[in-house]
């Protein structure tokens, strides 16, 4: 399989150098050049299969023609190692936990598997690779987790200070070793310009191998389609044979991307939602057919305070820029922090269920989406463990979540980040600044 860039002015290139390279030359994302059909024997029969058994035949479809099945189902039998239940509130919702991974987010799905993938092609380059990492919390700490240790990696995570929960910023500043973070006074949004910037350019690339760890790499977003498939299975497993639809908490468009491309592989999906908090360019675009993208507004659900979604230039790819089009596979609504606590509040008076706060606008959106809909059955996904944001939960419910043991060994864990303005000759500086990584020199308590 080819993948072309969505701004059209660079060559087209294969999967390898798409994953290590990250970024196109010409400022666009990879796209594949053509998203193949599931067979309709693979949807007969999915109700049977589990999480793995789900991932390898998508993969193979997708990627079989790039990689052996023997390394897919290597690289996948070692990455999605965790369970990912789907809970049954009620007969018309479900709720897909995807926290159930190392570190508590659903992240761990793609960044398990883009490290394994990374691992495999960098192993005999010879050159170290760096990966950047832009984060408004849980992508950190997913990375930083899933490349810890590999060899010939070195990760620079970048992100918005005091805009992450204490739990999340710990889990991405605690790892040392290959594992570099630095703490950007700005916003997302900056983080993430800083990375782009660096991608394009082109005498820092003469001198470093970088790639990226965002769902700007396409070796992330394509495994977070599994989840939907396997959710459609589970329901199929209840006994759900409808189409349903899928509320995703929507940041930077990533995991909203690959539910659009499994869809495109033949997933029968009656229509996604896209919940936004108040960072709603999604939602007005769909409103009004034009995209214009706004300063980072903070919340509740940090993760998801993207003024400006990278992978909004993939769905208008998927979607051939026509809004119309778009319209019909699409739903958005967004939603203040107040209505997120009261969402929050109702999940735990009416069903006992604590959810985090990006799970709450997801549910908000489905609800919002009722009043066109409200017979068909419906997945919410949950994106992050709500003691993620123990702060948030227990000034919203009254009660503190459930502490998994993974979160309160990372609190005693010792903090290593280098604070760093939102500027791009710094940046540079510091990637070019190889030998200096000591923790005495670049990190501070």
Same mark, same amino acid.
């Given at each position: ?178 594992? @570099?973070?630095?703490?950007? $006074?700005? +916003? !997302? %949004? #900056? ?9 394009? =350019?082109? /005498? ?122 778009? @319209?019909?596979?699409?739903? $958005?609504? +967004? !939603? %203040? #922090? ?9 999940? =735990?008076? /009416? ?95």
């Amino acid at each position: 399989m080819e993948f072309y860039s969505t701004n059209h002015q660079s060559d087209s290139v294969d999967l390898r150098t798409a994953v290590l390279k990250g970024m196109p030359d010409d400022k666009g994302l990879y796209m594949p050049e053509d998203i193949p059909q599931m067979p309709p024997h693979f949807f007969a029969n999915i109700h049977k299969l589990g999480f793995r058994e789900i991932a390898t035949s998508v993969a193979l479809t997708l990627l079989g023609d790039e990689l052996s099945s023997d390394t897919l189902i290597r690289i996948i039998d070692e990455s999605l190692n965790f369970v990912i239940p789907l809970v049954r509130l009620d007969e018309k919702l479900y709720i897909l936990e995807l926290f159930h991974g190392p570190t508590l987010a659903f992240k761990d799905v793609g960044a398990r598997f883009m490290a394994r993938l990374m691992g495999f092609y960098s192993r005999d380059s010879g050159r170290t690779l760096t990966v950047l990492v832009a984060t408004s919390g849980d992508t950190g700490s997913a990375v930083a987790n899933a490349f810890y240790g590999v060899e010939g990696i070195r990760v620079v995570l970048l992100y918005p200070s005091g805009m992450v929960s204490k739990l999340q910023e710990r889990q991405l500043c605690s790892q040392g070793g290959n594992i @570099r973070a630095l703490e950007v $006074s700005g +916003s !997302f %949004d #900056d983080c993430q310009r800083l990375v782009k910037t660096a991608f394009s =350019d082109a /005498e820092l690339r003469e001198h470093l191998q970088l790639t990226s760890a965002n769902s700007i790499n396409i070796a992330r977003l394509i495994p977070q389609s599994f989840y939907y498939f396997y959710a459609y299975a589970r329901l199929r497993a209840e006994g759900v044979n409808s189409s349903p639809l899928i509320s995703v908490p929507s940041g930077n468009l990533g995991n909203l991307t690959a539910g659009l491309i499994a869809k495109r592989m033949g997933l029968p999906v009656r229509r996604f939602i896209a919940a936004c908090n108040r960072n709603d360019s999604l939602t007005r675009y769909l409103k009004n057919g034009r995209f214009e993208p706004s300063d980072t507004i903070r919340s509740i659900s940090n993760a998801m305070d993207v003024g400006n979604p990278s992978n909004f230039a993939r769905i208008l790819e998927l979607y051939g820029h026509a809004v119309d089009f778009l @319209r019909q596979d699409l739903f $958005s609504a +967004s !939603f %203040d #922090d107040a209505a997120t606590r009261e969402m929050m509040q109702r999940m =735990d008076r /009416e069903y006992g269920y604590i959810c985090d706060p990006h799970g709450a606008v997801g549910i908000c959106a489905l609800e919002a989406y009722r009043k066109y809909d409200s017979d068909t059955p419906a997945v919410c996904l949950e994106t992050a463990h709500p003691a993620k944001f123990d702060d948030t939960v227990r000034e919203t419910l009254g009660k503190a979540p459930e502490m998994p043991e993974v979160l309160t060994e990372v609190l005693h864990k010792e903090k290593r980040a280098m604070k760093m303005d939102a500027d791009y000759p710094d940046f540079r500086r510091f990637l070019l600044d190889q030998g200096s990584c000591e923790p005495g020199k670049y990190y501070n308590k």
